[in-house]
């Protein structure tokens, strides 16, 4: 527990693999292949999200064994969270930063359906948000964003795809999806599952 916190207190990130019950990371998947996109939550990327409703209980109480689990959550609030369902090929996640404090993602789509597999993963900026930018600069002006990036040479940290596994960071930190490729098919969609803590 103690080098998880010290890991992330380093390096403002940590990852972790194989802490979610398989039966969860199902019961997540196929609400997440069964649940229509919410039409406000549409991107042009080529992918779609679904905002979780309270009653989705299995999202929830995973919220709070995270809490239990890593040691950064322990004092901290659940604020909101997402599922990000994407097409078999699409560029992703646009670079942002997000309100909150730390991020959880967990990937929950098995290896076998991924296609390339050096895409599919998260790229987590060493480089936060400015203070002085508000959330339209920060999480939408992505031309504002890469300009930013590429003046303060902000260093991509590339983590590679595994299903089960949790990357952890802080949410002031610049950071997008490393494309997507899976096999053509509903089952086989990447699958995003995002918390958020304050």
């Not at 604020?79 to 670079?95: A, F, K, L, N, Q």
């Not at 959330?135 to 595994?162: C, H, M, T």
Request: proline share 6%; aromatic share 12%; glycine share 6%.
């Amino acid at each position: 527990m103690h080098r998880i916190e010290e890991t992330f207190n380093d390096h403002g990130m940590v990852i972790l693999d194989n802490l979610v019950d398989e039966a969860d990371l199902d019961s997540l998947r196929q609400y997440a292949l069964n649940t229509p996109a919410d039409p406000e939550h549409d991107f042009n990327g080529g992918y779609v999200s679904i905002e979780l409703a309270d009653s989705f209980p299995e999202y929830l109480n995973l919220a709070d064994q995270f809490k239990k689990a890593i040691p950064m959550l322990t004092n901290k609030t659940f604020d909101r969270g997402w599922i990000y369902t994407y097409e078999s090929e699409c560029p992703g996640v646009t670079p942002h930063a997000d309100p909150g404090t730390i991020n959880i993602n967990l990937w929950i789509t098995p290896m076998h359906c991924m296609k390339d597999t050096s895409k599919n993963g998260l790229i987590v900026y060493d480089k936060k948000r400015p203070p002085d930018w508000s959330w339209e600069d920060y999480n939408k002006d992505v031309d504002k964003i890469r300009r930013f990036l590429l003046d303060s040479g902000a260093v991509p940290r590339l983590v590679e795809y595994q299903y089960n596994r949790i990357v952890a960071f802080d949410s002031r930190y610049f950071h997008e999806t490393n494309g997507v490729s899976t096999h053509p098919g509903q089952a086989n969609k990447r699958i995003n599952v995002t918390y958020m803590y304050n």
